[in-house]
């Protein structure tokens, strides 16, 4: 009677979740669908919003005189976009206006962590993205993907380095481009260093994996499967029905970024559908996608040889919707947290890995990982801890970290749930001026490898 109940309650939760996440999802859509066609209708007639131009004629033309500036490049997190993507919505929130140079890459919303690297890679320099022959073999996709014309920043080497600014998951893509680019590890680049890249600033970043991944599906075992019934697998087969329908319109309006699985119906029919809704082909089968990144077991494995550079500015916020009444670890807010990530907070905050299988790594304790903004949690937002802790130093003034030296972890703590900054510039207010202001102020001013740029603006008095 009591297993009955408790599977009832689970089988509720999965119901209520579910339909929280595809309510909001639809009402994203929504919106912006909405936006087009109000904009559509105010420009007198219907152009459809084709993917790359959009930002890049503006840009290209406004780029002109700014040249010299490197450019900011916001890297988007789990179920992102880039600019061009859902029309006119920004996953920044605008925040890319602030600056005359940013750049604001669309790196599939569900693709691993590594596919995204190479990707953006691409996406900088042009040219056909090359996910390399061993990985590609291993997770079953190709190796080759979508062709860019034109990169977004050709000349970047170590002479033009670039600032990266990483929303959750985005934060760990540039930490594993760093990585590549030490690593020589794009043919005919043989050039590349980590020093290609000045600063690092991470959002709400996923260095150390989550407890929700588990909450939504994932197994503590191996940090890798899915649970037989999750949100996760309804998700799992959203998207191999999304993919294998390929209707060109949506998918040019979102896309999940598995292009490079061939999982469209005129490529591999009708049983091709069948055997990836079986788990025997796709990226769920191989475990190539986001999700196995998350788990703190698949942090632990891609940060292995994920190093922090002496030479690298880094900076990192990390978000927090709880706090502690009487010992316990609750919600901080119930109207101030937003409705699709209250369950999760509650839960993340209640989570204790179950005790018939081996902790994620040793020392682990349950209190540590409490604290969450309802995605990730706040201990793994800091600063990288694996295999060893990274150099870090927790800064609550900003002028206290100042001059900034590089090789070193600054972080500070928000009090924010996890997509306060993205998406609805409206949510947090004022709060949102004054993070992405000091971000590019710090990137603008205060982090510089040889001399200070003349900003273009200066230039001319
Ligand atoms: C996917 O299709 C392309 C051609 O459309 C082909 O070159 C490539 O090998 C295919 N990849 C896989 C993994 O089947
Ligand atoms: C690599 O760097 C060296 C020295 O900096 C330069 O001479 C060489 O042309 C570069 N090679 C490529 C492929 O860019
Ligand atoms: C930050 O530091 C400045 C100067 O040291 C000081 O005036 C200010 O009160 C500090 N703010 C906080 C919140 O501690
Ligand atoms: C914050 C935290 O607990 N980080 C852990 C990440 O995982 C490694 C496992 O090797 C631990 O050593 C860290 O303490």
New binding site residues.
């Given amino acids: 009677m009591i297993r009955w109940w408790i599977c009832m309650l689970q089988l509720t939760e999965l119901f209520v979740s579910s339909v929280v996440h595809l309510l909001y999802g639809l009402y994203i859509f929504s919106t912006a669908v909405a936006g087009d066609l109000s904009q559509a209708w105010s420009e007198g007639f219907f152009k459809p919003v084709s993917k790359e131009d959009r930002g890049t004629t503006t840009t290209t033309t406004k780029t002109t005189n700014f040249d010299d500036l490197p450019p900011i490049v916001l890297i988007h997190g789990i179920f992102g976009f880039g600019k061009g993507r859902l029309g006119g919505l920004s996953y920044f929130a605008g925040a890319e206006k602030k600056d005359e140079r940013v750049l604001v890459p669309d790196l599939g919303s569900l693709t691993s962590i590594y596919d995204r690297a190479r990707e953006l890679f691409y996406y900088l320099k042009g040219g056909q993205v090359d996910y390399g022959e061993e990985h590609s073999k291993a997770c079953g996709h190709s190796q080759f993907g979508r062709i860019y014309e034109q990169g977004h920043y050709p000349q970047w080497d170590e002479d033009h380095p670039i600032h990266f600014v990483g929303h959750s998951a985005g934060a760990q893509v540039v930490r594993l481009l760093q990585q590549m680019l030490a690593d020589k590890a794009f043919k005919g680049y043989e050039n590349s260093s980590e020093n290609w890249v000045l600063s690092i600033t991470s959002l709400s970043g996923a260095f150390n994996g989550t407890t929700r991944a588990y909450f939504d599906g994932m197994q503590p075992e191996d940090g890798k499967t899915l649970k037989p019934i999750c949100l996760l697998q309804l998700c799992r087969v959203g998207v191999i029905i999304y993919d294998w329908l390929d209707i060109p319109w949506l998918k040019a309006y979102y896309n999940f970024g598995f292009d490079h699985f061939n999982m469209s119906r005129k490529k591999m029919g009708f049983w091709g559908l069948v055997g990836c809704l079986l788990g025997n082909a796709g990226p769920f089968a191989s475990g190539d996608w986001i999700l196995p990144d998350l788990t703190i077991q698949g942090s632990m494995q891609l940060n292995h040889h994920l190093q922090t550079f002496p030479d690298t500015y880094y900076f990192s916020y990390a978000t927090k919707r709880t706090r502690k009444i009487m010992g316990k670890t609750v919600p901080s807010s119930i109207l101030g947290i937003h409705p699709m990530l209250f369950i999760r907070v509650l839960q993340m905050s209640q989570w204790r890995h179950p005790p018939d299988i081996p902790p994620p790594y040793k020392g682990y304790r349950d209190e540590d990982w409490e604290d969450n903004d309802g995605a990730l949690n706040t201990i793994s937002m800091t600063h990288p801890r694996l295999p060893i802790e990274h150099p870090n130093r927790f800064v609550?003034?900003?002028?206290?970290c100042q001059p900034l030296q590089p090789g070193i972890w600054y972080y500070k703590l928000v009090e924010g749930d996890h997509i306060l900054f993205i998406v609805n510039r409206e949510r947090a207010g004022v709060q949102f001026d004054l993070l992405y202001d000091s971000i590019f102020e710090r990137c603008r001013k205060q982090v510089f490898r040889k001399s200070p740029q003349t900003l273009p603006n200066e230039a001319h008095h």
Wanted: hydrophobic residues 0%; aromatic residues 0%; glycine residues 0%.
């Fill in positions: 609550q003034n900003d002028s206290e």
